[in-house]
């Protein structure tokens, strides 16, 4: 393929890693919402990841499913569709960081058992098991320094690396701007792409899915530069 | 072609790559697992490729079984009994024989690699050694531990809590450890004879050659003959569809070396069956892959009732080939089967039969939860996920502590 020539060089490259992570066990049950609710207040941020961010990732092919593991068992378990409605709305890839996903499940569930006194609890066996996640960023070996080579790394990028850049990475800015379109835009001058990647919605469709559309989109920009 | 290559067009290139990227940050550490048994058992399957696959990818893996006496195999299957819940009568004897075969073993078999890898309760005691290694330990443990017996998990607690970290298949399994507990769910191999796919004239050849009347739609489970994979259960769930069920019953099964107790069950699954024309009963040879795989797929509708379950792999088979499943809400079945949308979980009898009759008068259905079971199963247990779970646990094992590693 003939190289275009006019394209920005970045200062800094874009470096591709993956997300990958193992779940552990903790060894803590809840059977309740109110007993939810405690553990939630104080327990690690990785408890919080795995039951949203690490979630996601095992639960893509689910599409209407709840976009968090606490509604799914709110509504499976606890038979508490009501409850089950109100998390569900917390779609965990749309915040900037996990104490902002625990202050908002904290405050939903108090809210709840405020008007929900009967404190219903879960069958034996059916109780949520929480969960934490171990994380590892993997250096893929893959490296940009403009947008044609951004986008030959992209295909080669596997669902995990696709999720972390464009997703997780918004754990780790104060904006919540992913590292896909903070590179774009303040290294290569792209806004626009970076405002589209931006705009996609991972609660609706696969990270395979995804991946061929910010493909798409990059061509595009690159056919318009040729 | 190397082998893990040819996972590429099944499991996607990108997964390929990872495993690739991880097994550089191990290469030339060396691995040895340690089971009970070469053939029969979703363990031993896994085994079976699992470790020409690191092999492969530069990380010298080897497969070391325990063996004993038959109070030896007597003695681990009440303990695998008991640890999944079910009444026992275990005495000192049992505890003895094990402790002894696992000590005898110990010289035989060399635990010097980076990572020796324990399947099971059966060379668990084998970290009684570890002392004399300065290498990582870690227990793979496929039963459900949600119900087990104070006895015997009270003997096998603190042997576990010398190792680096277990791995358990299902949060519920988890048990108050001093130790990492990380879920790992097993996986079948998409390449293997028993899940590759198949002609139709294939397919046909198996059933002919096995007598396999196919006049009517069939519903198959497919296990080992083991009170906790309710045979029985399925049988009297089948006889509730009525004298003319419309559907055929096959129950196909053999039994693993280390499994003394299959021989009784099948005598009491054939003489429950006994008498009705619709119920096939068929005890295959462990070796048996292709026909499994054939059976499968010439099923319409999969069940696996069992009352207790490590993972359930043969749900997953099931699944693979888009086969419509109802199956028991234990162990790890509920993370393949979600209900209603990869499949059906039932809690009774009762229950296997009404979805038995829904899903033989609803094909339509019955196909979206194949479909959607395939792709489930397609992201998260084949053997490829299965494969860099273990290399990410090597690496955790080497960065304890840590709950954020940079590779």
Same mark, same amino acid.
């Given at each position: 393929?003939?190289?275009?020539?006019?394209?920005?060089?970045?200062?800094?490259?874009?470096?591709?890693?993956?997300?990958?992570?193992?779940?552990?066990?903790?060894?803590?049950?809840?059977?309740?919402?109110?007993?939810?609710?405690?553990?939630?207040?104080?327990?690690?941020?990785?408890?919080?990841?795995?039951?949203?961010?690490?979630?996601?990732?095992?639960?893509?092919?689910?599409?209407?499913?709840?976009?968090?593991?606490?509604?799914?068992?709110?509504?499976?378990?606890?038979?508490?569709?009501?409850?089950?409605?109100?998390?569900?709305?917390?779609?965990?890839?749309?915040?900037?960081?996990?104490?902002?996903?625990?202050?908002?499940?904290?405050?939903?569930?108090?809210?709840?058992?405020?008007?929900?006194?009967?404190?219903?609890?879960?069958?034996?066996?059916?109780?949520?098991?929480?969960?934490?996640?171990?994380?590892?960023?993997?250096?893929?070996?893959?490296?940009?320094?403009?947008?044609?080579?951004?986008?030959?790394?992209?295909?080669?990028?596997?669902?995990?690396?696709?999720?972390?850049?464009?997703?997780?990475?918004?754990?780790?800015?104060?904006?919540?701007?992913?590292?896909?379109?903070?590179?774009?835009?303040?290294?290569?001058?792209?806004?626009?792409?970076?405002?589209?990647?931006?705009?996609?919605?991972?609660?609706?469709?696969?990270?395979?899915?995804?991946?061929?559309?910010?493909?798409?989109?990059?061509?595009?920009?690159?056919?318009?530069?040729? | 072609?190397?082998?893990?290559?040819?996972?590429?067009?099944?499991?996607?290139?990108?997964?390929?790559?990872?495993?690739?990227?991880?097994?550089?940050?191990?290469?030339?550490?060396?691995?040895?697992?340690?089971?009970?048994?070469?053939?029969?058992?979703?363990?031993?399957? =896994?085994?079976?490729?699992?470790? %020409? *696959?690191?092999?492969?990818?530069?990380?010298? $893996?080897?497969? #070391? @079984?325990? +063996?004993?006496?038959?109070?030896?195999?007597?003695?681990?299957?009440?303990?695998?009994?008991?640890?999944?819940?079910?009444?026992?009568?275990?005495?000192?004897?049992?505890?003895?024989?094990?402790?002894?075969?696992?000590?005898?073993?110990?010289?035989?078999?060399?635990?010097?690699?980076?990572?020796?890898?324990?399947?099971?309760?059966?060379?668990?005691?084998?970290?009684?050694?570890?002392?004399?290694?300065?290498?990582?330990?870690?227990?793979?443990?496929?039963?459900?531990?949600?119900?087990?017996?104070?006895?015997?998990?009270?003997?096998?607690?603190?042997?576990?809590?010398?190792?680096?970290?277990?791995?358990?298949?299902?949060?519920?399994?988890?048990?108050?450890?001093?130790?990492?507990?990380?879920? =790992?769910?097993?996986?079948?191999? %998409? *390449?293997?004879?028993?899940?590759?796919?198949? $002609?139709?004239? #294939? @397919?046909? +050849?198996?059933?002919?050659?096995?007598?396999?009347?196919?006049?009517?739609?069939?519903?198959?489970?497919?296990?080992?003959?083991?009170?906790?994979?309710?045979?029985?259960?399925?049988?009297?769930?089948?006889?509730?569809?009525?004298?003319?069920?419309?559907?055929?019953?096959?129950?196909?099964?053999?039994?693993?070396?280390?499994?003394?107790?299959?021989?009784?069950?099948?005598?009491?699954?054939?003489?429950?069956?006994?008498?009705?024309?619709?119920?096939?009963?068929?005890?295959?040879?462990?070796?048996?892959?292709?026909?499994?795989?054939?059976?499968?797929?010439?099923?319409?509708?999969?069940?696996?009732?069992?009352?207790?379950?490590?993972?359930?792999?043969?749900?997953?088979?099931?699944?693979?080939?888009?086969?419509?499943?109802?199956?028991?809400?234990?162990?790890?079945?509920?993370?393949?089967?979600?209900?209603?949308?990869?499949?059906?979980?039932?809690?009774?009898?009762?229950?296997?039969?009404?979805?038995?009759?829904?899903?033989?008068?609803?094909?339509?259905?019955?196909?979206?939860?194949?479909?959607?079971?395939?792709?489930?199963?397609?992201?998260?247990?084949?053997?490829?996920?299965?494969?860099?779970?273990?290399?990410?646990?090597?690496?955790?094992?080497?960065?304890?502590?840590?709950?954020?590693?940079?590779?």
């Amino acid at each position: 393929m003939k190289k275009i020539n006019n394209l920005k060089k970045a200062k800094n490259p874009f470096v591709f890693y993956a997300r990958l992570s193992l779940t552990l066990a903790t060894g803590k049950a809840v059977s309740s919402a109110r007993n939810l609710l405690e553990i939630l207040r104080t327990c690690p941020d990785s408890v919080i990841y795995a039951h949203s961010h690490r979630f996601l990732q095992t639960h893509q092919f689910a599409g209407t499913s709840p976009a968090n593991d606490f509604s799914l068992w709110a509504s499976h378990a606890l038979g508490d569709e009501e409850l089950a409605e109100k998390l569900g709305v917390i779609e965990p890839l749309s915040y900037s960081s996990l104490d902002q996903i625990r202050k908002d499940l904290v405050s939903i569930l108090s809210r709840h058992l405020e008007s929900h006194t009967d404190n219903r609890s879960v069958s034996p066996g059916q109780e949520l098991h929480l969960l934490s996640s171990v994380r590892f960023s993997v250096s893929t070996g893959l490296k940009a320094w403009d947008l044609e080579e951004f986008q030959k790394s992209l295909q080669k990028s596997s669902p995990a690396t696709i999720y972390l850049h464009a997703f997780e990475s918004r754990l780790r800015s104060a904006q919540g701007i992913s590292d896909f379109s903070k590179w774009l835009e303040e290294e290569i001058g792209e806004p626009d792409l970076a405002k589209k990647i931006a705009e996609l919605d991972p609660h609706a469709q696969t990270l395979s899915k995804i991946k061929e559309e910010i493909l798409e989109m990059t061509q595009q920009r690159l056919e318009a530069k040729k | 072609m190397s082998l893990l290559k040819s996972y590429r067009s099944i499991a996607g290139s990108e997964i390929i790559d990872e495993i690739e990227t991880l097994a550089e940050r191990l290469a030339g550490k060396s691995v040895v697992h340690v089971n009970s048994t070469k053939v029969g058992g979703g363990v031993a399957e =896994i085994l079976a490729r699992m470790v %020409p *696959l690191l092999n492969e990818l530069g990380i010298n $893996t080897r497969w #070391e @079984i325990v +063996k004993g006496a038959q109070d030896f195999y007597n003695a681990t299957k009440k303990f695998h009994n008991a640890l999944h819940g079910a009444a026992q009568d275990i005495t000192e004897a049992d505890f003895k024989a094990y402790a002894e075969t696992v000590e005898a073993n110990a010289s035989q078999i060399d635990l010097g690699s980076d990572f020796v890898f324990i399947h099971d309760p059966q060379p668990a005691a084998l970290v009684k050694k570890r002392e004399q290694f300065k290498n990582h330990w870690i227990w793979r443990c496929h039963i459900d531990l949600s119900h087990a017996a104070p006895l015997v998990w009270n003997y096998f607690k603190p042997l576990v809590s010398s190792y680096d970290a277990c791995v358990i298949s299902d949060p519920h399994f988890s048990q108050e450890l001093p130790i990492p507990q990380t879920l =790992i769910a097993p996986s079948i191999d %998409p *390449l293997s004879e028993k899940n590759r796919d198949l $002609t139709k004239a #294939e @397919i046909d +050849k198996v059933f002919s050659h096995l007598k396999i009347p196919r006049d009517k739609p069939l519903i198959t489970q497919v296990s080992r003959f083991d009170r906790l994979k309710d045979p029985l259960g399925v049988i009297e769930a089948f006889e509730a569809l009525g004298p003319r069920p419309g559907a055929r019953l096959l129950l196909v099964g053999g039994s693993a070396d280390d499994d003394p107790e299959g021989a009784i069950v099948y005598q009491e699954v054939m003489a429950k069956a006994k008498g009705n024309e619709n119920i096939i009963i068929l005890s295959l040879p462990p070796t048996s892959n292709l026909e499994i795989n054939a059976i499968q797929r010439g099923s319409t509708i999969v069940v696996q009732k069992s009352l207790r379950e490590g993972f359930g792999l043969t749900v997953s088979e099931a699944l693979w080939k888009s086969k419509p499943v109802i199956a028991g809400a234990v162990g790890g079945i509920p993370q393949q089967v979600i209900h209603k949308h990869t499949g059906i979980l039932v809690h009774s009898i009762e229950g296997t039969t009404y979805w038995m009759r829904q899903l033989l008068r609803n094909p339509d259905m019955a196909q979206k939860l194949g479909e959607n079971g395939k792709e489930h199963v397609r992201n998260n247990f084949l053997l490829t996920r299965h494969l860099r779970d273990y290399l990410l646990l090597f690496l955790m094992t080497e960065n304890p502590y840590s709950d954020f590693i940079r590779l």
